[in-house]
């Protein structure tokens, strides 16, 4: 069983497109993530969300919106993608906002081209 | 804000010796300080944490030491197999919230 599942795990799409991945989380936490891991391979918060509401939300453009419909889901949507979104998004959740241990999906690698 | 720095980025040691990770932050009220090991291709997953009220924590062959004086904190690895290959993120906290991971440190353990 996939505790943090998020979809799709690859997605290659053209500058200009509008995608979306999604997670989901079966652990029963409170708190999910959304990080960014670039080509260097720097883990960036991007979003944080405790019982469906907005705790953190970094220095990120506004192109990317989350959503989060209930607490076992944190879907990312992102608007006019530039080749400089490139990078995995990992998904990720804790049982509280200070529940110590993240759990993280398996990302989702976003080429743009 | 917190700032996590780590080195080195890139660590090279032959199958068996030890491997030493260290870390620094810059907020002295973080108190929860944990290792996540990322293999290529994959999720990052924690293998070992210590709290500011700890010194050092063992498990098998990894362990950690914290000083919180000086602000840093290290993972060691003995007996470095090849399967222990992969990147190592340290990351600090304050009570579980906000965490900031370092820049990570890509091990290989040449056989």
């Known amino acids: 069983d996939t505790a943090v599942s998020q979809t799709p795990k690859y997605l290659v799409t053209q500058m200009g497109n509008d995608k979306s991945i999604k997670c989901e989380q079966n652990?029963?936490?409170?708190?999910m993530y959304w990080y960014k891991q670039d080509s260097k391979k720097f883990l960036k918060i991007m979003f944080s969300?405790?019982?469906?509401?907005?705790?953190i939300n970094e220095t990120v453009p506004n192109r990317f919106s989350p959503k989060s419909p209930d607490k076992a889901h944190l879907n990312l949507h992102i608007n006019s993608l530039e080749l400089g979104d490139s990078a995995v998004y990992f998904c990720?959740?804790?049982?509280?906002?200070?529940?110590?241990?993240?759990?993280f999906g398996e990302g989702s690698w976003l080429t743009v081209v | 804000g917190e700032n996590v720095e780590q080195h080195p980025s890139t660590l090279s040691v032959q199958e068996g010796d030890s491997a030493v990770i260290k870390c620094t932050y810059s907020d002295s009220a973080s108190n929860y300080f944990p290792w996540y090991k990322q293999e290529l291709g994959k999720r990052p997953q924690l293998i070992i944490d210590?709290?500011?009220?700890?010194g050092e924590k063992k498990d098998q062959r990894i362990a950690v030491t914290l000083n919180k004086t000086a602000k840093h904190f290290s993972l060691h690895i003995t007996e470095t197999q090849p399967e222990d290959s992969a990147v190592y993120f340290c990351?600090?906290?304050?009570?579980?919230?906000?965490?900031?991971f370092g820049p990570g440190t890509r091990l290989s353990v040449l056989p």
């Open positions: 990351a600090a906290s304050r009570n579980g919230q906000n965490f900031v």
């Open positions: 652990l029963g936490h409170d708190t």
């Open positions: 990720a959740s804790s049982q509280s906002f200070s529940g110590n241990t993240i759990y």
């Open positions: 210590i709290r500011s009220n700890v």
């Open positions: 969300y405790n019982n469906k509401e907005l705790i």
